[in-house]
């Protein structure tokens, strides 16, 4: 949530943050501001922007300006404390000695701070908890005594508890920028005589692909010379410098309206290259060079708790079906949010597998890091390479979908379930599993990406279908066993895009309550596609039709049966249950996608939502 960036370098900051921000935008799109110091000025002045709404609307406040400065901090905003408005907007400014910030995360002790620094004499302008530490770093700040820009931040940091990551500059200091992390994605990118810090990559690929990491408490004082990490107490640190791996025209919409539209259509390349080099279907064992050196330990472990948030949960919950049906492994799936609270029992042999897009899921992490303290082996499924999670398990697979942009996850969907199931064979084979059986399910996993582009060839019909039902406030979406969660992702989807209300669940749980919500020609999804409940799910169907409910199924191709029992019908092509997932959730997302649009929605930004949860 919330996406940063600063510049210091040589080139005019003002239109690099502008840019930068444009790319981050899908981490937070509720306010926006840029804040350029203009060394050559003296004595030297913050130059401050804000704007309510996109970065557009800044780009528009910003016009006509003539700001020559060479380093700045820009902010675009997922409200946390304080409404959407301009003085909430980051950055934020102290009342004394001219200190701009930008932060992204929570000060969770912010109430305290603040009636100690109003008891001290400050004056707040906003009510947000990043202006304390704004306000506290100026508070600290004493150059002529040693405590500069550096050390106050430092100093500050050492007062405050919860998650930030943070750039802050100082007219006193016009050459510096200190920036800081804990709980929030951070890195630096090291250019040519230039450094840019970022929440994220896509903010730095057009401009260097290498960059350094930084892990929690650490502090980065960078001039246009060079930079010193250390900790929060001042110890040296030496940093971990990565090639980012994006290419630009990976985060460009290529020819799309949409970046949703673009990442749901390039599923069947995404998928191609999270399989490449990783089935070997002649003695049937999987390829995963991330997990190799812990096989025996994943082979006699006693049980996987799966954790995850959101769609990645939806891809866990599969793998609970499928590390117990392909591989005979206890498998649990949990909430991140709830395992981190609960006391949960890790006993030896306890493996625990986090699942995430973005690696930076802040339940997920904090999930990670109690599994780890209570001597879990920890693995990740992880899309953004060098990502916390990535750094932080002790082994991982990673997705190798390429960046995900558009908020809603379509590709890591997907990606996920495809490394899950490889990771089923990679168990089962290792556990139970004939190399015939493993062999042909892996001729199986590398067809669905020709398969999936046969689904993609019919969204026309599937718009078209959509929008016959769009003004219906109320779905269901409804499946069984592996496909339970994709019934799960397919309301997700419809709900967080197109704000139609929506409610996945298995579909024999139906006639336990939610039955009573079906009146006449409310849309029923069904996910009937041949399984071994595939008679059940008919048994259904036809509790929903006879009720008044307007039936949408998707279906195995050359299933004859259920046009007569279903109103619409959304063919995939035959696959095997356990793989079909990957199959079933295409028509949803693409039913997503024309609902939002139907609905006059912005796909790529839904209201109230950013890309990556780092907050709790
Ligand atoms: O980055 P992660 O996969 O950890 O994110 C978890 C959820 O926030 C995420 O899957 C969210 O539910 C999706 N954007 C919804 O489409």
């Given at each position: 949530?919330?996406?940063?960036?600063?510049?210091?370098?040589?080139?005019?900051?003002?239109?690099?943050?502008?840019?930068?921000?444009?790319?981050?935008?899908?981490?937070?799109?509720?306010?926006?501001?840029?804040?350029?110091?203009?060394?050559?000025?003296?004595?030297?002045?913050?130059?401050?922007?804000?704007?309510?709404?996109?970065?557009?609307?800044?780009?528009?406040?910003?016009?006509?300006?003539?700001?020559?400065?060479?380093?700045?901090?820009?902010?675009?905003?997922?409200?946390?404390?304080?409404?959407?408005?301009?003085?909430?907007?980051?950055?934020?400014?102290?009342?004394?000695?001219?200190?701009?910030?930008?932060?992204?995360?929570?000060?969770?002790?912010?109430?305290?701070?603040?009636?100690?620094?109003?008891?001290?004499?400050?004056?707040?302008?906003?009510?947000?908890?990043?202006?304390?530490?704004?306000?506290?770093?100026?508070?600290?700040?004493?150059?002529?005594?040693?405590?500069?820009?550096?050390?106050?931040?430092?100093?500050?940091?050492?007062?405050?508890?919860?998650?930030?990551?943070?750039?802050?500059?100082?007219?006193?200091?016009?050459?510096?920028?200190?920036?800081?992390?804990?709980?929030?994605?951070?890195?630096?990118?090291?250019?040519?005589?230039?450094?840019?810090?970022?929440?994220?990559?896509?903010?730095?690929?057009?401009?260097?692909?290498?960059?350094?990491?930084?892990?929690?408490?650490?502090?980065?004082?960078?001039?246009?010379?060079?930079?010193?990490?250390?900790?929060?107490?001042?110890?040296?640190?030496?940093?971990?410098?990565?090639?980012?791996?994006?290419?630009?025209?990976?985060?460009?919409?290529?020819?799309?309206?949409?970046?949703?539209?673009?990442?749901?259509?390039?599923?069947?390349?995404?998928?191609?290259?999270?399989?490449?080099?990783?089935?070997?279907?002649?003695?049937?064992r999987v390829v995963l060079g991330?997990?190799?050196?812990?096989?025996?330990?994943?082979?006699?472990?006693?049980?996987?708790?799966?954790?995850?948030?959101?769609?990645?949960?939806?891809?866990?919950?599969?793998?609970?079906?499928?590390?117990?049906?392909?591989?005979?492994?206890?498998?649990?799936?949990?909430?991140?949010?709830?395992?981190?609270?609960?006391?949960?029992i890790v006993d030896d042999g306890?493996?625990?597998?986090?699942?995430?897009?973005?690696?930076?899921?802040?339940?997920?992490?904090?999930?990670?890091?109690?599994?780890?303290?209570?001597?879990?082996?920890?693995?990740?499924?992880?899309?953004?390479?060098?990502?916390?999670?990535?750094?932080?398990?002790?082994?991982?697979?990673?997705?190798?979908?390429?960046?995900?942009?558009?908020?809603?996850?379509?590709?890591?969907?997907?990606?996920?379930?495809?490394?899950?199931?490889?990771?089923?064979?990679?168990?089962?084979?290792?556990?139970?599993?004939?190399?015939?059986?493993?062999?042909?399910?892996?001729?199986?996993?590398?067809?669905?990406?020709?398969?999936?582009?046969?689904?993609?060839?019919?969204?026309?019909?599937?718009?078209?279908?959509?929008?016959?039902?769009?003004?219906?406030?109320?779905?269901?979406?409804?499946?069984?066993?592996?496909?339970?969660?994709?019934?799960?992702?397919?309301?997700?989807?419809?709900?967080?895009?197109?704000?139609?209300?929506?409610?996945?669940?298995?579909a024999a749980e139906m006639k336990?309550?939610?039955?009573?919500?079906?009146?006449?020609?409310?849309?029923?999804?069904?996910?009937?596609?041949?399984?071994?409940?595939?008679?059940?799910?008919?048994?259904?169907?036809?509790?929903?039709?006879?009720?008044?409910?307007?039936?949408?199924?998707?279906?195995?191709?050359?299933?004859?049966?259920?046009?007569?029992?279903?109103?619409?019908?959304?063919?995939?092509?035959?696959?095997?249950?356990?793989?079909?997932?990957?199959?079933?959730?295409?028509?949803?997302?693409?039913?997503?996608?024309?609902?939002?649009?139907?609905?006059?929605?912005?796909?790529?930004?839904?209201?109230?939502?950013?890309?990556?949860?780092?907050?709790?």
């Amino acid at each position: 949530m919330c996406g940063i960036v600063a510049y210091i370098g040589t080139r005019p900051a003002r239109s690099l943050l502008v840019e930068g921000l444009k790319r981050l935008e899908y981490r937070g799109y509720d306010s926006a501001g840029v804040a350029v110091i203009d060394a050559k000025n003296s004595p030297a002045k913050i130059q401050l922007a804000k704007a309510v709404g996109r970065v557009s609307n800044l780009e528009k406040r910003l016009e006509g300006t003539t700001w020559n400065g060479t380093m700045g901090i820009g902010h675009t905003r997922w409200a946390t404390h304080g409404g959407v408005t301009e003085a909430n907007a980051h950055p934020h400014t102290d009342d004394g000695v001219g200190i701009a910030l930008i932060h992204n995360g929570i000060i969770e002790n912010y109430a305290v701070l603040r009636t100690y620094l109003e008891q001290k004499g400050h004056t707040f302008v906003t009510d947000t908890d990043t202006e304390v530490l704004t306000m506290l770093i100026g508070e600290l700040y004493d150059a002529a005594n040693g405590v500069d820009l550096e050390a106050a931040v430092q100093a500050a940091l050492r007062e405050v508890t919860g998650a930030y990551a943070i750039c802050v500059i100082c007219k006193e200091e016009p050459d510096v920028i200190v920036a800081a992390r804990k709980g929030s994605p951070l890195i630096v990118g090291i250019g040519n005589g230039e450094y840019i810090v970022a929440s994220d990559p896509q903010a730095i690929i057009a401009h260097t692909a290498q960059a350094m990491t930084l892990d929690d408490y650490n502090v980065v004082k960078i001039t246009r010379d060079g930079f010193r990490t250390s900790t929060i107490d001042n110890v040296e640190v030496t940093p971990q410098v990565l090639q980012l791996e994006s290419e630009l025209d990976e985060i460009d919409l290529g020819g799309y309206e949409h970046y949703m539209q673009k990442e749901i259509f390039e599923q069947p390349a995404a998928l191609r290259n999270t399989l490449r080099g990783r089935l070997d279907m002649k003695d049937g064992r999987v390829v995963l060079g991330g997990v190799s050196a812990f096989a025996k330990d994943l082979v006699r472990a006693r049980r996987i708790i799966m954790i995850a948030q959101g769609t990645a949960l939806h891809s866990a919950m599969i793998a609970e079906y499928l590390f117990e049906d392909l591989a005979r492994m206890p498998t649990e799936c949990e909430y991140a949010s709830e395992f981190r609270y609960r006391n949960p029992i890790v006993d030896d042999g306890t493996v625990v597998m986090a699942v995430s897009q973005s690696g930076e899921t802040a339940d997920t992490l904090a999930a990670l890091h109690e599994a780890r303290d209570r001597g879990a082996l920890t693995l990740g499924v992880v899309n953004v390479v060098g990502s916390t999670m990535a750094r932080e398990t002790d082994a991982g697979v990673y997705l190798r979908v390429g960046p995900e942009i558009g908020v809603a996850s379509t590709k890591a969907f997907t990606g996920q379930v495809a490394v899950l199931s490889m990771l089923s064979l990679f168990l089962g084979r290792r556990r139970l599993m004939s190399p015939q059986t493993a062999s042909e399910l892996q001729t199986e996993l590398a067809m669905i990406p020709d398969k999936i582009e046969q689904i993609l060839a019919l969204a026309p019909e599937i718009k078209a279908m959509t929008e016959r039902y769009v003004q219906h406030d109320n779905w269901l979406f409804l499946g069984r066993g592996v496909n339970y969660p994709v019934a799960l992702e397919g309301a997700l989807k419809l709900k967080e895009l197109s704000y139609i209300h929506a409610e996945g669940m298995p579909a024999a749980e139906m006639k336990h309550g939610p039955i009573a919500l079906i009146t006449e020609g409310m849309p029923a999804v069904f996910i009937a596609n041949k399984g071994a409940q595939y008679e059940k799910v008919l048994s259904n169907i036809a509790e929903t039709r006879s009720r008044g409910g307007h039936v949408i199924a998707v279906a195995t191709e050359g299933d004859k049966h259920i046009r007569s029992v279903a109103e619409d019908v959304l063919f995939i092509p035959e696959c095997p249950e356990p793989l079909s997932p990957m199959l079933t959730v295409v028509p949803l997302q693409i039913m997503a996608y024309y609902a939002a649009l139907a609905r006059g929605h912005d796909v790529d930004k839904p209201r109230n939502l950013a890309k990556s949860v780092t907050v709790e």
